[in-house]
């Protein structure tokens, strides 16, 4: 098992910036690649930015392209997501989640084995 804690989340304004954490434990060896989601209400989780936790690969969703970054640090077993640019849009609880192999590209929610509670990203107008 692999646990996942989120944090970083927040109120912020337009155009202002958050950097979100996520730090995994238990069995972590296992780790292929770790990704953020997001799901706003009513609506259904959707991909934001993965990482492989070996070759450090990257994938952006579109909307987040030159906005944000991921990245890791192996040896506290943390992946990071500096999000810049805020917009109201952005309003979601964000996930993390670990795969623990390869099923593709790490854009599907069912490419991944386990899943951090989520903290809040608000952004207001």
């Known amino acids: 098992q692999v646990q996942l804690v989120e944090s970083g989340g927040g109120l912020v304004q337009a155009g202002g910036s958050l950097r979100l954490s996520c730090t995994a434990s238990?069995?972590?060896?296992?780790?292929?690649?770790m990704g953020w989601f997001r799901q706003a209400p009513g609506k259904e989780r959707e991909f934001v930015a993965r990482?492989?936790?070996?070759?450090?690969?990257?994938y952006y969703a579109d909307f987040m392209k030159g906005r944000s970054t991921i990245s890791r640090d192996n040896a506290k077993n943390t992946v990071y997501l500096q999000m810049n640019s805020l917009k109201p849009e952005d309003t979601a609880v964000y996930y993390c989640?670990?795969?623990?192999?390869?099923?593709?590209?790490?854009?599907?929610?069912?490419?991944?084995?386990?899943w951090g509670q989520g903290t809040q990203v608000t952004v207001s107008s």
């Open positions: 989640a670990v795969a623990r192999g390869a099923r593709g590209l790490g854009f599907s929610t069912y490419e991944y084995d386990y």
């Open positions: 238990g069995r972590t060896a296992s780790t292929y690649a």
């Open positions: 990482i492989s936790w070996g070759s450090g690969s990257i």
